[in-house]
């Protein structure tokens, strides 16, 4: 089956570490996504790729990085440096940049304890 | 205020009513999706509509561009309907390009 797969489901990190959010695609899309989602606020665009080993920062890209090295993988470290992890982590991926229809993971929630 | 808004914030249903969530937006766009969040985070896109109207078995998504509003209407609610309703709009030229900004969701609860 074709999909996006994200994991863990669940992740508790302590303060002060990094983590990596694992994002895996087979559509053989070339745009990938990671948004952020909050409590009473809509999506956030923390990264995008709109091909592989290219990327472009979103509206709250500090404290995070990503990397495309592969077409269907953009992994997402969460930094020490962001100020605010706790959060629910969504990735996505698309036929192309811009284009059509957006395909969402299931999810990563992340607790910094 | 943010770009996009949707109204209501929350919304509670008996089985079998006609639904409707609306989303009012202030930039000018070249697409409007429809979203639906079930309750463990998965996100499923319904509609994209540049124009008009489409229906899907029993959901049906408008669009007026002149207003910038576009609703989303469920016909005939069911308890599995329950889910967080979001709309988000793709920017046309002269906005931030291809990038979808988001409402903050509606909260259907449809009770048996």
């Known amino acids: 089956d074709g999909g996006i797969t994200q994991s863990p489901k669940y992740l508790f990190r302590k303060e002060g570490q990094n983590v990596t959010l694992s994002c895996e695609q087979n559509?053989?899309?070339?745009?990938m996504y990671w948004y952020r989602q909050d409590p009473g606020q809509g999506l956030r665009l923390i990264y995008y790729?709109?091909?592989?080993?290219?990327?472009q920062k979103g509206d709250i890209a500090e404290g995070y990085s990503v990397s495309r090295e592969k077409k269907e993988s953009f992994p997402l470290t969460v930094t020490s440096a962001q100020k605010n992890p706790t959060a629910f982590y969504l990735c996505?991926?698309?036929?192309?940049?811009?284009?059509?229809?957006?395909?969402f993971g299931p999810g990563t929630r992340l607790t910094v304890l | 205020k943010n770009e996009v808004e949707q109204s209501p914030q929350n919304l509670t249903a008996q089985e079998g009513e006609f639904i409707t969530i609306n989303c009012s937006y202030s930039?000018?766009?070249?697409?409007l999706h429809w979203l639906q969040q079930h309750p463990g985070g998965g996100i499923v896109s319904l509609f994209m509509?540049?124009?008009g109207k489409k229906k899907h078995g029993r959901l049906i998504a408008t669009i007026n561009i002149q207003e910038k509003h576009s609703s989303l209407h469920i016909t005939a609610s069911h308890p599995r309907d329950s889910a967080v309703y979001i709309c988000?709009?793709?920017?046309?030229?002269?906005?931030?390009?291809?990038?979808?900004?988001f409402g903050e969701g509606t909260q259907l609860t449809v009770n048996p």
């Open positions: 996505a991926s698309s036929m192309g940049w811009g284009t059509d229809t957006q395909y």
């Open positions: 559509l053989n899309h070339d745009a």
């Open positions: 790729s709109q091909i592989v080993n290219d990327f």
């Open positions: 930039v000018g766009i070249s697409a």
């Open positions: 509509l540049s124009s």
């Open positions: 988000a709009v793709k920017g046309g030229k002269e906005t931030s390009g291809s990038r979808l900004t």
